[in-house]
């Protein structure tokens, strides 16, 4: 794990997406999304020398939403460190297989997006969801904030004691596998069922967001240095219609 602050730590070698380990001040270990199948050599390798190598490790698993590249090592980090993996309600049915998932591919966007939601519409992520979450103020200190639209369930998740918010693919702070350069950008289109309402909901939020020490997104670098600043102005363009 590269570590971001005192208690964030980000997975190396893992480029699909952001794994991201919360450490709280009571010793719990939660690890937000799981990534992609293919990286879970990756995961595991970053995991153990985080020091988090077998059961009662990790607290939980929490995921922002059901893609695979979020959610395709839940299933299996529930089984090797035996903790529960938690999603919103609305992914849960097709996380666990009981509703089929909605076809991603629509021919939209460039041909790298239309080989991923090939891949999305044809390996589904499947697990066995333990619980799910209460919008609002939820346990051990987070904040679940809707932001349907990506996925039926897709939210952000605010870890109060830490006031650090993470934002899956609802507020992405970079481009796509790259997590040096900073660009803020909603979630994309070509991955979203509802792009309007999740741009709606994540705007709303931003717009008058809890306090920050950082933002923790799906895809991108963290985010720590004038939060404040840079919301307000990403949110008026947007708002305005001018691209971040």
């Known amino acids: 794990m590269k570590r971001q602050t005192s208690s964030l730590g980000l997975a190396t070698r893992v480029i699909a997406s952001n794994i991201w380990l919360l450490n709280d001040a009571q010793g719990r270990r939660f690890l937000i999304d799981s990534g992609h199948a293919a990286e879970r050599g990756s995961l595991k390798r970053s995991l153990r020398k985080a020091g988090v190598r077998t059961h009662g490790d990790l607290q939980a698993v929490l995921l922002t939403h059901r893609h695979s590249d979020h959610a395709g090592n839940a299933a299996w980090l529930r089984d090797y460190f035996d903790c529960p993996v938690f999603c ?18 629509r021919g939209i966007g460039n041909p790298i997006d239309h080989l991923f939601c090939y891949m999305e519409d044809h390996h589904p992520a499947r697990l066995w969801v333990d619980d799910v979450y209460d919008e609002g103020h939820w346990r051990w200190g987070f904040h679940v904030f809707p932001a349907f639209g990506h996925t039926e369930g897709s939210v952000l998740l605010y870890h109060e004691p830490t006031q650090v918010l993470f934002t899956g693919d609802a507020l992405l702070t970079g481009i796509p596998p790259m997590r040096r350069s900073e660009v803020f950008q ?3 289109a070509p991955y979203s069922i509802d792009r309007p309402l999740c741009h709606r909901l994540t705007l709303d939020l931003l717009a008058d967001p809890p306090p920050l020490n950082g933002i923790a997104s799906g895809h991108g670098p963290y985010v720590f240095e004038r939060i404040g600043e840079k919301l307000a102005g990403f949110v008026q363009e947007q708002r305005q219609g001018v691209p971040a």
């Open 186 to 188: 909603l979630a994309f």
């Open 88 to 105: 919103h309600p609305n992914d849960a049915p097709v996380l666990s297989g009981y509703a089929p998932a909605p076809r991603v591919w």
